[in-house]
């Protein structure tokens, strides 16, 4: 190449480069001024300002869980200029602000200049929510990117919480959520969209969370342990050379329940198992189904009518919208019978509130719980020979005397149901995982794990998810 030639080509790159340059100048100024447009114009007394995408979160939710009615920015803001310039147009507006929801990527934000705008708002109340990027962002940054990363985030809490340690607690307009060491939201890569932007469900929970849960927020007295843990857990996931639980990316996976399973969120059971294990998963969950069949019931139909509708790919019984409509809907449409096949039973709960048979004479009893798992078991092994089936214990529950009160003349204890669910593993060679027993779950700590004293919450969910993908792990030596 001669020199005139060179000389060109360095021109013509300088020339593409400047007209990127120009081009992302122009995106920073053309994006947020639909929001300065919005903040002067509209009508609302809270703003949520975010350094990380909140399209999935939703206004409702806030003035549902803390009565206010945020104005929700659509540009992830990139710089402390362009913050303060949001802030400009809400003073420019005739708006009565008195909530600030501001998300916070340490990196683009420090604690300075969150301290700073403290001071220039100080009736202000301000919600801080600190961006939480899945295990996966971390996994992927390179050593020094890793180390900068880390040292924002505990740049930031240290300096922050450093300003108040004389005081008693935090002053009474600021809370920060912080749900970086939270395992079950950045351990499940289902959650997200990208390594910073949650889906919708998960949105939906931040957003109680972010209102309502001291449990996230960051005091004086946990800052330091919760930054621990968070330093441990993203070490962890950066150091380990393999997945402790197996890669079922070639599995179709299929999950029978109560509510239990039935919660419609990638935070669900089958939405962390296929987090964890890369599985196809269809959440065929009811709320309130039994295994046992209830003559007459068409809207809980227990579990054998419930195989059959499936075997016979039969949606008729289940309303559009529910869960076990969608995960079924989904099955049929997406499941791959060259992938290996699995089912997932998850039924006791239901049938110990509702005082059900445990068994009767006839083994085959499908108004009985263990009738109704063998019928339901058998029907699935004909259809699907080759295919695992698992059974889950019911839970632990604190209603009705700790699961120890017999809720009719017929019915036991839960713990009855359990075993029975156990006796049936065995009879039929399935492997199971006992729920009741080696999740540690008793009146003592119970609030922790069910909140209301049946249902799971997230972190247990992801745990029952865990030690199923751990078990399969075990049962085939993936």
């Known amino acids: 190449m001669n020199s005139a030639m060179y000389i060109l080509l360095l021109a013509l790159m300088a020339e593409i480069q400047g007209g990127v340059d120009q081009y992302e100048a122009n995106q920073q100024y053309t994006l947020p001024r639909a929001d300065y447009e919005r903040l002067t114009t509209e009508d609302y007394n809270a703003v949520f ?3 990380f995408p909140i399209d999935h979160y939703m206004a409702e939710d806030y003035a549902s869980y803390d009565a206010s009615y945020p104005l929700m920015t659509s540009y992830c803001i990139p710089n402390m200029n362009v913050l303060n310039e949001y802030f400009t147009n809400v003073s420019n507006s005739s708006n009565e602000v008195n909530t600030v929801y501001l998300g916070v990527r340490p990196d683009i934000i420090t604690a300075d200049d969150l301290l700073n705008l403290m001071d220039t708002w100080a009736d202000i109340r301000f919600e801080v929510i600190m961006a939480y990027p899945s295990l996966d962002y971390w996994r992927g940054l390179d050593e020094e990117e890793y180390l900068a990363a880390m040292a924002a985030y505990t740049d930031f809490v240290n300096t922050l919480m450093s300003c108040y340690e004389d005081l008693e607690g935090l002053p009474d307009n600021l809370s920060v959520y912080f749900y970086n060491s939270t395992e079950w939201l950045v351990g499940n890569n289902t959650n997200y969209e990208s390594n910073f932007d949650v889906n919708e469900g998960i949105s939906h929970s931040l957003s109680l969370y972010s209102s309502q849960d001291y449990g996230y927020q960051l005091t004086l007295e946990n800052y330091k342990d919760t930054l621990n843990d968070f330093e441990v857990l993203v070490n962890d996931c950066r150091t380990e050379t393999e997945s402790v639980y197996p890669n079922l990316s070639e599995w179709d996976v299929v999950f029978f329940g109560d509510s239990v399973i039935a919660f419609s969120e990638t935070s669900s059971i089958p939405g962390a198992f296929s987090g964890l294990t890369g599985a196809h998963t269809y959440n065929c969950g009811k709320g309130g189904c039994a295994a046992t069949v209830l003559e007459g019931n068409y809207e809980y139909p227990g579990l054998p009518i419930v195989v059959d509708a499936f075997l016979a790919e039969d949606l008729s019984l289940f309303s559009e919208g529910t869960q076990i409509y969608a995960g079924m809907a989904d099955y049929f449409e997406h499941s791959d019978i060259s992938r290996h096949q699995c089912f997932v039973l998850n039924f006791g709960l239901n049938d110990y509130f509702l005082g059900r048979p445990i068994r009767s004479d006839d083994p085959y009893d499908i108004y009985t719980y263990e009738g109704a798992l063998r019928t339901a078991i058998e029907k699935l092994q004909n259809a699907y ?3 695992e ?3 889950l ?10 699961g120890l009160q ?6 036991g204890q839960l713990p009855d149901y359990v075993a029975a669910a156990i006796s049936i593993c065995d009879e039929k060679g399935l492997y199971y995982y006992d729920s009741y027993n080696l999740l540690g779950i008793d009146a003592n700590n119970c609030a922790t794990y069910l909140p209301d004293g049946c249902h799971p919450n997230e972190a247990t969910r992801y745990i029952m998810a865990q030690e199923i993908a751990k078990l399969i792990g075990s049962i085939t030596d993936l």
């Not at 214990?393 to 700790?402: A, I, Q």
């Not at 017999?406 to 019915?411: F, K, T």
């Open 389 to 391: 089936i698992i059974l």
């Open 385 to 387: 020979p080759d295919a």
């Open 406 to 411: 017999p809720l009719s003349d017929v019915g």
């Open 393 to 402: 214990s019911p839970t632990f529950t604190s209603h009705f005397e700790n």
């Open 49 to 51: 300002f975010s350094t």
